[in-house]
């Protein structure tokens, strides 16, 4: 089945950038998607992007996908105490999958000051 | 406002008991989810619906039962075949579409049991 990986804990100093990393096995995957999850709340989606592109920018996100790798990366620049939150990666299994979404462990960013 | 909307927000169960989790939503999605969170575990897909009247299931779906009886509403039982129910339950929605858009989630009910 699918599978998707990411490093439990990432710590970084505001103002610092900060990168998470998540490894997934599906190579029919469509889209993959980042979502953040703050303490007792549910998921807000961040950003996604489309199996054929390799970078996606948006304000202080970048997003980068190797497809040869299997290997997703979502880049924060200029962190702030307020991106502290568990950040999940996740993907479309294949097409048709609607939100049928294949979640990464997530990864809880601490912002030191 | 629109948005999707779980309750109870903190639930205790004694065991082999039943409980029901509400979810609700007023966003005209067609298909909406159940998720469960467990430390380290991220989410893992328990059922899923993409239209009324019909539902599957998905990884995790051994203890658990749903009904989609309306558009607006997806409630999750879980039983008392379910061995280790004490997690964080999330409930999501979304367009029907093959992905590329947002899923909805709520905020999520913490399931005890004592």
């Known amino acids: 089945g699918e599978d998707v990986e990411q490093s439990l804990f990432l710590s970084v100093r505001e103002g610092d950038s900060s990168v998470i990393n998540c490894t997934y096995t599906d190579s029919s995957s469509t889209y993959l998607y980042w979502y953040k999850q703050e303490p007792g709340a549910g998921l807000q989606l961040l950003t996604y992007?489309?199996?054929?592109?390799d970078m996606k920018q948006d304000q202080r996100l970048t997003v980068l996908l190797n497809k040869k790798d299997k290997h997703l990366s979502l880049r924060i620049a200029d962190t702030q105490t307020g991106d502290s939150a568990i950040y999940f990666c996740?993907?479309?299994?294949?097409?048709?999958?609607?939100?049928?979404?294949?979640f990464g462990t997530g990864t809880q960013l601490k912002v030191e000051l | 406002d629109g948005g999707i909307t779980q309750s109870p927000k903190y639930l205790f169960r004694k065991e082999g008991q039943n409980v029901t989790l509400s979810c609700e939503q007023n966003?005209?999605?067609?298909?909406m989810y159940w998720y469960r969170q467990d430390p380290g575990q991220g989410l893992r897909l328990i059922y899923y619906?993409?239209?009324?009247?019909?539902?599957q299931k998905g990884d995790i779906a051994e203890g658990y039962s749903v009904s989609r009886e309306k558009k607006e509403s997806f409630p999750l039982t879980v039983t008392s075949a379910q061995k280790n129910p004490t997690a964080f339950y999330l409930c999501a929605s979304s367009p029907y579409t093959d992905g590329g858009t947002e899923a909805f989630f709520g905020q999520g009910t913490r399931l005890t049991v004592v």
């Open positions: 619906s993409q239209i009324v009247n019909d539902f």
């Open positions: 966003l005209n999605h067609d298909a």
């Open positions: 996740a993907e479309s299994p294949r097409k048709g999958g609607g939100n049928k979404l294949t």
């Open positions: 992007i489309f199996s054929n592109m």
